[in-house]
């Protein structure tokens, strides 16, 4: 059975920082990796969607990376804002075609 | 576009109510999905519609839970009856035509159900 794990569960920091969110995966037979980002009382964006072919995928100060043989995947925020301040969730979609959800990292970046 | 469309917002009921959730996909996307998120377990992937046809419901908890897919633009989750534990935040999803495996699932807003 997939499961997805995230580290950290919360994180703290001030403007201007770089960060790095972890997310792990015990089956390392999957199709995709997604990673999302849920504001509170909303439903979730999609930031990122690594192909399992991939190693990374960019979007602005945004930068997933993929290691499938070793089950991670790293979210790169640059020049982190406080309109970073969310839950980021990784996901991935093995044989099951089902998208399975990580516990999340809540990000909360101060001025 | 507008994105996905969920109804209501918010919903409480008391135990043993018809709970019915709506929502509208995006439009000309192919997939359609139900989530549910609980402090306890997450997100977690309820059923999925593929051109308006259940593929997989395997994530649906109990026979009290069912949906359907009329047509291309609308579905509904039902509980009957719901109970306390049913209380979540259910989302619905919407992707393209090319597939669970590749395409972005876009997310509605949810709607919050609390069972009193």
């Known amino acids: 059975k997939q499961e997805v794990t995230q580290i950290p569960a919360a994180l703290s920091v001030p403007e201007g920082e770089n960060l790095v969110l972890n997310c792990s995966f015990t089956?390392?037979?999957?199709?995709?990796l997604q990673w999302f980002r849920q504001d509170p009382g909303k439903g979730l964006t999609s930031l990122l969607l690594?192909?399992?072919?991939?190693r990374e995928q960019t979007s602005g100060r945004l930068n997933a990376s993929l290691d499938k043989s070793s089950g991670r995947s790293t979210l790169y925020i640059a020049a982190s804002q406080p309109g970073d301040s969310a839950t980021y969730l990784c996901?991935?979609?093995?044989?099951?075609?089902?998208?399975?959800f990580g516990t999340g990292t809540r990000l909360q970046v101060f001025p | 576009d507008a994105g996905v469309i969920q109804s209501p917002r918010h919903e409480v009921t008391e135990m043993g109510q018809e709970v019915t959730l709506r929502c509208k996909p995006i439009?000309?996307?192919?997939?359609l999905f139900w989530y549910r998120q609980t402090m306890m377990r997450g997100l977690e992937l309820l059923i999925y519609?593929?051109?308006?046809?259940?593929?997989?419901d395997s994530g649906m908890p109990e026979d009290r839970f069912s949906a359907k897919m009329p047509n291309a633009s609308f579905s509904t989750l039902k509980i009957q009856p719901s109970e306390p534990r049913d209380s979540a935040v259910y989302f619905c999803?919407?992707?393209?035509?090319?597939?669970?495996?590749?395409?972005?699932?876009?997310f509605g807003p949810g709607t919050r159900l609390t069972v009193l």
């Open positions: 996901a991935v979609i093995g044989y099951t075609d089902k998208l399975i």
């Open positions: 999803a919407s992707s393209l035509g090319g597939g669970v495996l590749t395409d972005t699932q876009y």
């Open positions: 690594i192909q399992s072919s991939q």
């Open positions: 519609f593929n051109n308006n046809v259940p593929i997989d």
């Open positions: 089956d390392s037979a999957i199709y995709n």
């Open positions: 439009s000309g996307h192919d997939y």
